[in-house]
Nanobody, 127 residues
Framework: QLHLVESGGGLAQPGGSLRLSCATSGFDLDSYVIGWFRQAPGKEREGVSWFDISDGATYLADSIKGRFTISRDNAKNTVDLQMNSLKPEDTAVYYC????????????????????WGQGTQVTVSS
């Protein structure tokens, strides 16, 4: 059974860093796209980044470009989101999700297309 588990959330000060990990199991990761999403209180869930395992392509939303990076740890079978220069507006529950199949770059940032989701991890940026 396909399973995703996020970890690494917590409290950070503005300008600080956190590293989120999405651990996967139960499926052949090589044929999937792993996306990272976030949802702040009272707001819709938004896509921030994705990693195409099949070819290593990545995408970062404008809101996080230059501050966040996405990568794959082959040894741990995780897709990680390194978050630097954190801002209070980055506060949200962060989710990872998986889809299989062809989708455009922008479609991969839309949560509606994703079939499998983790339970989320809270990130709070505050002084």
């Amino acid at each position: 059974q396909l399973h995703l588990v996020e970890s690494g959330g917590g409290l950070a000060q503005p300008g600080g860093s956190l590293r989120l990990s999405c651990a996967t199991s139960g499926f052949d990761l090589d044929s999937y796209v792993i996306g990272w999403f976030r949802q702040a209180p009272g707001k819709e869930r938004e896509g921030v980044s994705w990693f195409d395992i099949s070819d290593g392509a990545t995408y970062l939303a404008d809101s996080i470009k230059g501050r966040f990076t996405i990568s794959r740890d082959n040894a741990k079978n995780t897709v990680d989101l390194q978050m630097n220069s954190l801002k209070p507006e980055d506060t949200a529950v962060y989710y990872c999700a998986a889809i299989k199949g062809y989708y455009t770059e922008t479609s991969r940032l839309q949560p509606i297309w994703y079939d499998y989701w983790g339970q989320g991890t809270q990130v709070t940026v505050s002084s």
